[in-house]
Structures are given as structure tokens and as C-alpha cells.
């Protein structure tokens, strides 16, 4: 039984079989507000915005970069931040190329 099965082996009617679970929705689906920003993980506390801003930059232009700091630990970044492009064909090859642009941060992207 996988998880998309109910306790009496139908399907469940509210999963959208079109959803991936690594890459969220499909473009057709996503909302016409919805900003092409991604999560980045696994952020070494001592990059900068700008080391950021440069790594991502290689793929599209980037507007934003936001490394939220820790308040309680003398400002140093929380290891996460977020990044905004400026279309979905950029955060869409960023998904998809994080691992492949080298660098010495072995970040994730989601």
C-alpha cells in the first residue's frame, strides 16, 4: 500500500497526482502571484548577501538575497537563506544546478 492509498485500497482524491514531492507543483499550477524564490540550505555561517548574489548569478539575475542573522549569536547567518530571481526559468535551472556549480559550499536548493 503506498501512501497515496486509503485504508480500503482507493485512491485518495485529494493528492495531485500531477505534484512532485522534490519539485513542488508544476508551473501550470502555480499561483500568478507567486515569486520565483527558492530556499537554499546548508549556507557556511561566514558568506556573504554578495558571495551569494554571485554564486546564483551565473544562472540568472538574481533581485534578492535574504540570509536571515541570528540576533543571539553575534549576528552570524543561520546557515539558510532565500533568493529571488527574476523569472522561473532561472530558479527553475538553480533547482536544478545547485550541486553542479561548484564552489566550495555544498549547498541545497529547493
Known sequence: M???DDDRGGHRPYRNDDYDRD???P???RPLDAAPKI???NI???VSEDEIRGYFERIGKVTEVLLPRD???NGR?????FVTFEDFDSM??????VGDLGGSWPLSAV
Open 77 to 81: 547567518t543561520k546557515g539558510y537563506g
Open 39 to 41: 530556499f537554499v540550505g
Open 23 to 25: 519539485r513542488g507543483a
Open 92 to 97: 527553475d535551472k538553480a533547482i536544478d544546478k
Open 27 to 29: 508551473r501550470s499550477n
Open 71 to 73: 540576533v543571539h549569536n
Open 44 to 46: 557556511p555561517y561566514d
Open 2 to 4: 503506498s501512501y497515496r
